[in-house]
């Protein structure tokens, strides 16, 4: 008998069908991949299991009992625990206070016995192997090591089942590595795992089994040993995906921005030149320094020493306006904390850069900004109903292009990418890497900073390979090559 056997699930919001008639299987003790483009109905379906969200029709059967309309609390107390893609955590709260919330262990009086949830704590992650101290506050740590905490904090509560929603987005590959073996041990206990993931590689690597979904419907189901990524691909976007190479190289102009011995926090002495129409790459583990340069250019931390030169200008950068003002832009890496404001709508999302530089206007012009939403919208296919619907109504790879449209309204002519496809579906990847190449072949000079080496060989013209804060190697389109960038990246070829 299967762990969870979820069958004829539908769901409905104001009568436009997300989910029709679907089902899903999980055995005890495997990892299941749930696929499907973003919008395909996984997080809808997710989200009924554990409470979130009513089902309009069909059944839950979870280690042998119904569920019904349960809460969150009940879902959680009865095993199931979801461990989010925008990480639910509190940064001004310690991490043995995070594990604990809700759930704090009292004494007389109703005291917090404090040594008690940290030794607690320590035994946890020293069983995870988890290198963390539970007395630092979480806003200190890591984007990964707060990955790590989000699991560990289901696995303290004895979960049967963890969803993970793409666990590994910001993790490098020994990290991802040791979370698996973390996985792995924790199968053998008979734990299961829903893995929700666009990462190919590391689902044929993990994951035991697999169920598609497509446009709210079920799809297909199997072992992994038994299917290929590009039959997964496939009836995922229902065509086959063309994996050949989409980069062409193209004529540059003049140097539009250079890096002369630059430092700053997390880098030191780095130098380069990107010119007019070029996309360079920069690559490395997590923490190598490379976003760290980006935020440096674009005026959020501070340079140490070296120069940054904008059109052959010398330029001191000491605030993202001075940034803005010469023609820079900032993707961010993790939409939820750095580019999503969730109070406003998608059209408010979008124009709120340009105000910024423009913040002398006395009014916004919303006939005006309906024009270059709806220009931005076809020009870079945005799917989106209306413009006055909220951000997050939208799935992760179209609000990426409303960021996109936010930085492109500035006429800026450098745009920063900071790990632009963070949890965005296979579809909507090719739609990115053929915008990035467009708007190069525009003028645009273009920095993209990712894990993925098959996302910078799809577009990058060169590719600077980071160690510790220094690039420690430069390699042209042709050059770019996982083995070779990891072996680099790693310090382990010179």
Not at 35 to 47: I, Q, R, V
Not at 155 to 162: G, Q
Not at 452 to 479: M, N, R, S, T
């Amino acid at each position: 008998m299967p762990l969870l056997q979820m069958q004829g699930i539908c769901k409905s919001f104001n009568g436009i069908s997300v989910l029709d008639n679907v089902s899903l299987q999980v055995k005890t003790g495997e990892v299941h991949a749930l696929l499907g483009e973003n919008g395909a109905g996984k997080s809808t379906l997710m989200n009924i299991l554990t409470g979130s969200l009513r089902r309009d029709k069909g059944s839950i059967v979870f280690n042998g009992e119904h569920i019904e309309d349960n809460s969150i609390k009940q879902t959680e107390e009865k095993g199931i625990a979801f461990v989010h893609q925008e990480l639910n955590l509190f940064n001004d709260l310690k991490v043995f206070e995070n594990i604990f919330i809700n759930k704090e262990l009292t004494g007389f009086l109703g005291h917090l016995r404090k040594r008690d949830m940290i030794s607690q704590c320590k035994e946890l992650f020293l069983k995870l192997n988890v290198n963390i101290d539970p007395n630092v506050y979480v806003s200190s740590l890591k984007t990964s090591e707060k990955q790590l905490l989000e699991i560990s904090k289901a696995l303290f509560f004895k979960a049967k089942l963890l969803i993970l929603d793409e666990p590994t987005t910001s993790l490098n590959q020994d990290e991802v590595a040791h979370l698996f073996e973390i996985v792995n041990a924790l199968k053998k206990d008979g734990i299961s795992f829903i893995f929700i993931s666009h990462k190919m590689p590391e689902i044929f690597e993990y994951a035991d089994s697999y169920t598609i979904f497509r446009n709210g419907q079920y799809i297909d189901s199997g072992a992994i040993k038994d299917t290929s990524p590009l039959e997964v691909t496939s009836k995922m976007v229902g065509k086959e995906q063309n994996n050949l190479n989409i980069y062409k190289k193209r004529d540059l102009g003049e140097v539009v921005l250079e890096l002369d011995h630059l430092s700053g926090m997390g880098f030191n002495e780095v130098s380069f030149k990107a010119r007019r129409g070029e996309i360079i790459g920069m690559t490395g583990l997590q923490g190598c320094g490379s976003s760290e340069v980006m935020q440096c250019i674009f005026g959020i931390n501070p340079k140490i020493s070296g120069d940054i030169r904008v059109k052959g200008k010398s330029i001191f950068i000491d605030s993202i306006h001075k940034a803005m003002r010469n023609g820079i832009a900032l993707l961010p890496a993790n939409r939820k904390e750095n580019s999503v404001i969730p109070d406003l709508s998608i059209l408010e999302n979008m124009y709120i850069a340009e105000h910024t530089l423009s913040a002398s206007k006395f009014h916004i012009q919303k006939d005006l900004e309906l024009k270059r939403y709806q220009k931005q919208k076809n020009a870079l296919s945005i799917k989106a109903q209306d413009p006055k619907m909220s951000i997050l109504s939208l799935s992760g790879g179209n609000q990426q292009k409303v960021f996109i449209a936010r930085w492109l309204n500035t006429n800026a002519d450098i745009l920063l990418f900071d790990n632009p496809n963070q949890g965005i579906d296979v579809g909507a990847k090719a739609e990115i890497y053929k915008l990035i190449l467009d708007l190069a072949k525009s003028g645009k000079t273009i920095l993209v900073n990712t894990l993925e080496i098959p996302e910078l060989q799809k577009v990058a013209d060169l590719c600077l390979v980071f160690f510790k804060g220094k690039v420690v190697k430069v390699l042209e389109h042709d050059e770019i090559d996982e083995h070779k960038i990891m072996m680099y990246s790693t310090n382990s070829m010179s």
